[in-house]
């Protein structure tokens, strides 16, 4: 339904018409039409960031990025978006987001920088949290903002500018490992 006519055509009664259930039963489960919007944006989340593990930290952040991108970059990632931004900030719609995809990417943020800290493709002191809301924050911003493609190259594009300031190796040293 999301796919089909956005948030505005998302009812209870409508899901409940289309799972051929009563509306009780959905409201088990759920306890609006915005709750099921953001369940089926968790389930795509959940299948798109199913991602290999790569010896590279750095690739395995670019890979992320890229399956978080992915998610927002369809309809029903759109629709939840602009759900989420007309929603106030401590709504249980904003909140189910903020825990369960906001903190959950950011936690798997937070273990690549780490093993790339400790591979030493990432130098030791960076403020982590601050790298997160340098890394993820272009995402939202872009999605918000409609202003551009929310695709691999501008993803990929964001790593590598962060990984210009944030890298254990000068630019320099990086540089001349590509000639060798």
């Given at each position: 339904?999301?796919?089909?006519?956005?948030?505005?055509?998302?009812?209870i009664?409508?899901?409940a018409?289309?799972?051929?259930?009563?509306?009780?039963?959905?409201?088990?489960?759920w306890?609006?039409?915005?709750?099921?919007?953001m369940?089926?944006l968790?389930?795509?989340?959940?299948?798109?960031?199913?991602?290999?593990?790569?010896?590279?930290?750095?690739?395995?952040?670019?890979?992320?990025?890229?399956?978080?991108?992915?998610?927002?970059a369809?309809?029903?990632?759109?629709q939840?978006?602009?759900?989420i931004a007309s929603?106030?900030?401590?709504?249980?719609l904003?909140?189910?987001?903020?825990?369960h995809?906001?903190l959950?990417?950011?936690?798997?943020?937070?273990?690549?920088?780490?093993?790339?800290?400790?591979q030493?493709?990432?130098r030791?002191?960076i403020?982590?949290?601050?790298?997160?809301?340098?890394?993820?924050?272009?995402?939202f911003?872009?999605?918000?903002?409609?202003h551009?493609a929310?695709?691999?190259?501008?993803?990929?594009?964001?790593?590598?500018?962060a990984?210009?300031?944030?890298?254990?190796?000068?630019?320099?040293?990086?540089?001349?490992?590509?000639?060798?």
């Amino acid at each position: 339904m999301l796919e089909e006519g956005g948030i505005t055509a998302l009812t209870i009664e409508g899901i409940a018409a289309r799972a051929a259930v009563g509306k009780p039963t959905i409201y088990r489960e759920w306890p609006n039409a915005h709750a099921v919007a953001m369940a089926a944006l968790m389930s795509a989340d959940a299948a798109a960031t199913k991602i290999a593990s790569s010896p590279s930290a750095v690739t395995e952040l670019q890979r992320q990025l890229r399956a978080v991108a992915g998610v927002f970059a369809s309809r029903i990632g759109r629709q939840a978006a602009i759900m989420i931004a007309s929603a106030a900030g401590e709504t249980e719609l904003s909140k189910s987001f903020r825990n369960h995809f906001i903190l959950a990417r950011r936690a798997e943020g937070r273990d690549i920088i780490g093993r790339g800290i400790a591979q030493r493709e990432i130098r030791a002191g960076i403020d982590i949290e601050v790298l997160l809301d340098m890394i993820y924050g272009p995402i939202f911003y872009r999605l918000l903002m409609g202003h551009g493609a929310l695709d691999a190259e501008f993803t990929d594009a964001v790593v590598a500018h962060a990984m210009q300031g944030i890298s254990a190796r000068p630019a320099a040293a990086r540089g001349s490992q590509r000639r060798s």
